[in-house]
């Protein structure tokens, strides 16, 4: 059980800041939440929904947790207690991804930084009604023990170019020995140079959700 409080109702310390339909700016030192609904228009049942995609959905779960934060989505049943297929639909397209991801997402931790990438999400409470599309470029960095995770925002191209991962940033101090596509097997073919690292993606056809990158040293 933990307690939710906005603005300043509480301390940090005792109870979890929680950012109502909005993000963070940064990673936050102590732990916080997003609750936001399926729905861009209401919290509950209502005849015309404006649903928001799956994808929209991981991204921003992807920026919170790299932000030190728990995304809590709330759903709108219909009133005798079912939720309805569209609803379902989504849910089961996020549990697709976690299924194939989740290790990038379930007991992880922040990074050095949070991400890097052009685009700047306004941040707040309601701020998710000026929400911005996210690019290639964007990425988000969660960690656990000696990995890191790389989770593209965008669709990225042949390539993934990693310019945190960049032998100057300082970031990562020691060799980039491996890097895996979550879901697959087979090692990638990636080259690290002083800007960035560079990673072969295999054919992105398939892809219709962000792509979450394991890396090792």
Not at 37 to 45: A, E, L, V
Not at 118 to 143: C, H, K, N, W
Not at 158 to 177: C, F, T, Y
Request: include cysteine; aromatic fraction near 8%; charge should be neutral.
């Amino acid at each position: 059980m933990a307690i939710n409080f906005k603005n300043k109702a509480f301390p940090e310390e005792a109870a979890v800041y929680d950012i109502e339909r909005g993000l963070a700016s940064e990673i936050r030192p102590v732990f916080w939440q997003t609750d936001t609904s399926i729905s861009r228009n209401s919290w509950g049942y209502v005849s015309e929904q404006d649903y928001k995609p799956a994808r929209e959905i991981i991204e921003d779960l992807a920026d919170i947790v790299s932000k030190n934060g728990a995304l809590l989505l709330n759903v709108g049943p219909r009133p005798d207690g079912t939720i309805p297929e569209a609803e379902q639909e989504v849910l089961r397209s996020i549990g697709r991804w976690l299924s194939s991801n989740g290790e990038a997402i379930y007991g992880t931790r922040p990074w050095r930084v949070f991400g890097e990438g052009p685009t700047v999400q306004p941040v707040g409470m309601m701020s998710e009604r000026q929400r911005l599309a996210y690019t290639a470029q964007d990425i988000r960095f969660t960690s656990k023990g000696d990995r890191l995770f790389a989770i593209c925002l965008g669709q990225p191209g042949s390539a993934l170019n990693i310019k945190a991962l960049g032998r100057r940033s300082g970031l990562w101090p020691g060799e980039v020995r491996q890097v895996h596509l979550l879901g697959r097997a087979a090692p990638l073919a990636f080259q690290r140079e002083d800007e960035q690292l560079s990673v072969q993606l295999p054919d992105q056809g398939r892809f219709q959700a962000p792509i979450a990158l394991e890396i090792r040293g």
